[in-house]
């Protein structure tokens, strides 16, 4: 199940950030622990983020429990195409779509 933190904000759903979503989504089914959306387009990222262009989104797993991210982290790097890059922090997974990087994990 997806879960959203209430200061999560949108401007702009389209598919690039439909598709993050499914894969969490199907995640969160297949391992049993729940998906919570931390951030999207919020106000907590500088001007260069692309959060701010509803490009980034960052997901962590209800409960904060650490060894939950690397499992999430390899699922959507394993299947979101090319464009999105995957990138393991210490306390949440951060997904972003620039066709200008390679893939990260």
Known sequence: MLRF?????IGL????AGLVLHYASIWSLRAGIDV???SANDSTHGATSLHTWD????????GDVPSDL?????????????????VLESD????????RRKVAV
């Open 5 to 9: 933190k209430p200061e999560v904000r």
């Open 13 to 16: 759903f389209d598919e690039r």
């Open 36 to 38: 919570e959306v931390n």
């Open 55 to 62: 490009l980034a989104w960052d997901l962590d797993t209800v």
């Open 70 to 86: 690397k499992p999430l982290a390899r699922f959507l790097a394993g299947h979101l195409p090319p464009g999105y890059d995957v």
């Open 92 to 99: 949440h997974v951060h997904v972003e779509f620039d066709m």
